[in-house]
């Protein structure tokens, strides 16, 4: 009889063990993750997740930034998240310590899939990721990828309370905040928001800085640093987006989300300025844009103004589009027309758009039209917060091109 209780002791003994091993999902807290990219390249990630309500909320930090989880579901021990608007999905299980799983994006040439793992945060920090005091190339810098005959992209790095924080900026758009921190062999700037993934290993040779580019939708790029005294490059004539003919109206057409049709020509825009931005849900750069034009609408359109946005999606299914657009208009609380205009196809571009704009390579690309019709000034590109000066020189420019048109 003493065996058999000395047995049973044993083996409850192990059942507590083990149950004290495989941890239950939390309910709320903060987790951090690595994505692995190509070459083996380890991205690191942060976010803020909270299952406790009937709908799930979350958000990825990038320094002070934080960009909303759109759509997460839970299925017992598997975790998923969605962003439909990019076509992409993160999709893992719980295994008792780590949510583990996949980053899937998905396109019509097929899907690509990158693993990840996630844990929870086992203390609250504030570390963005110090430099440590070592070196880093503060400063403005002209970008020089090898794959490319013409250098058109910038760089600005900078350091704030020991965070070394940066961001490229190309003609059509930024790259976001990246966040950096010491490698064995120089430093890493990294930034994930569903949306984006994106690590620039940075190395220090002769004085000289370069590196790589990594992301999830394009190969390793190789780069160098060239030093500049401004943030200031004119785009080439090829990147330089004109009206083909002056005196002719803009016109659109697209499918609201409650499935209206509506057109430039509508009696609603009649005798109305018209701030036009041919955007996509998918566009981070979009993305940073929106809350700007929703102030537009909010100051000037009492004054005459009105802004609609047209965009153009990954995909030409209309439902799909519509969806898109209500997280799109929900996300930043839009009150102005959002139309779905179809797919990015080639087909569909040149009809819609090529056909009236020379030049056309940016999303977002932003049209300032008079109240009697005629384009007045075309903002292609936008460079986000992360950009600091540069955006709220931005954010000026495109109130001046208000004040204008209501006038």
């Not at 008792?96 to 920090?125: C, D, I, M, Q, V």
């Not at 049709?261 to 849900?281: N, Q």
């Amino acid at each position: 009889m003493l065996v058999d209780v000395k047995n049973l002791f044993l083996i409850l003994l192990l059942l507590v063990l083990l149950c004290g091993c495989q941890r239950g999902m939390p309910e709320r807290t903060v987790w951090n993750g690595t994505l692995e990219l190509d070459e083996g390249k380890l991205l690191p990630f942060r976010f803020s997740l909270d299952l406790r309500p009937a709908g799930p909320t979350g958000f990825f930090v990038v320094g002070e930034e934080q960009t909303p989880i759109p759509e997460i579901s839970r299925n017992g021990d598997d975790l998923a998240f969605r962003f439909s608007e990019y076509g992409a999905e993160m999709r893992g299980k719980w295994d008792g310590s780590r949510w583990k799983g996949a980053y899937l994006r998905h396109r019509s040439a097929g899907t690509t899939s990158f693993n990840f793992t996630a844990s929870p945060e086992a203390a609250p920090s504030n570390d963005a990721g110090s430099t440590g005091g070592g070196h880093a190339p503060l400063g403005k810098y002209q970008v020089f990828f090898q794959d490319e005959q013409r250098s058109t992209t910038l760089a600005t790095l900078w350091m704030t309370r020991g965070t070394l924080y940066g961001t490229f900026i190309a003609p059509d758009g930024d790259y976001g905040l990246l966040v950096g921190r010491p490698t064995n062999a120089g430093l890493q700037l990294n930034r994930f928001t569903g949306w984006q993934a994106t690590v620039v290993v940075l190395e220090q040779s002769g004085g000289a800085w370069s590196g790589k580019l990594y992301t999830h939708s394009d190969k390793p790029r190789a780069f160098t640093l060239r030093p500049r005294a401004d943030l200031e490059l004119a785009p080439p004539p090829d990147l330089q987006t004109r009206i083909k003919n002056p005196a002719a109206a803009f016109t659109f057409e697209g499918v609201s989300i409650s499935g209206d049709t509506v057109r430039s020509t509508d009696e609603r825009f009649k005798g109305k300025a018209l701030v036009v931005d041919i955007m996509g849900t998918w566009c981070h750069n979009c993305l940073d844009e929106a809350p700007l034009l929703q102030q537009l609408q909010e100051q000037y359109g009492k004054e005459g103004l009105q802004v609609v946005g047209i965009s153009f999606e990954i995909s030409d299914d209309r439902e799909l589009g519509q969806k898109n657009l209500k997280l799109y208009r929900d996300r930043f609380g839009i009150t102005f027309p959002l139309l779905f205009c179809g797919s990015m196809d080639d087909a569909n571009l040149n009809n819609r758009l090529k056909s009236q704009l020379d030049n056309f390579f940016a999303y977002p690309t932003t049209l300032f039209i008079s109240k009697e019709g005629k384009v007045q000034a075309i903002h292609s590109g936008f460079k986000g917060p992360g950009t600091g000066e540069e955006f709220q020189s931005q954010v000026q420019e495109f109130h001046s091109l208000a004040k204008q048109l209501v006038r």
